[in-house]
């Protein structure tokens, strides 16, 4: 079975997973005093707020991980 083919059957909670160690995901909303940026875990568990976006990029490259930007 190729690495394709195994993808196609794996179980709704390892997709969940996949990812987890490799990025965090960044989204933009709307705070009390502006726009904040939320940083959550690749299975959308919130982490942190930063106020700035690239305080966020930052810390999230300082953990070693993958920042994606969410619209």
């Not at 996949?18 to 959550?40: P, R």
């Not at 953990?63 to 619209?71: K, M």
Request: aromatic letters at 6%; charged letters at 25%.
């Amino acid at each position: 079975m190729t690495g394709f083919e195994k993808l196609r059957h794996i179980s709704v909670k390892e997709l969940a997973l996949l990812g987890m160690t490799d990025v965090a995901y960044i989204k933009s909303v709307k705070g009390e005093n502006g726009t904040v940026y939320e940083i959550h875990a690749a299975d959308g568990t919130p982490v942190a707020v930063m106020e700035e976006r690239e305080v966020a990029f930052a810390t999230v490259r300082q953990h070693d991980l993958e920042p994606l930007s969410v619209h």
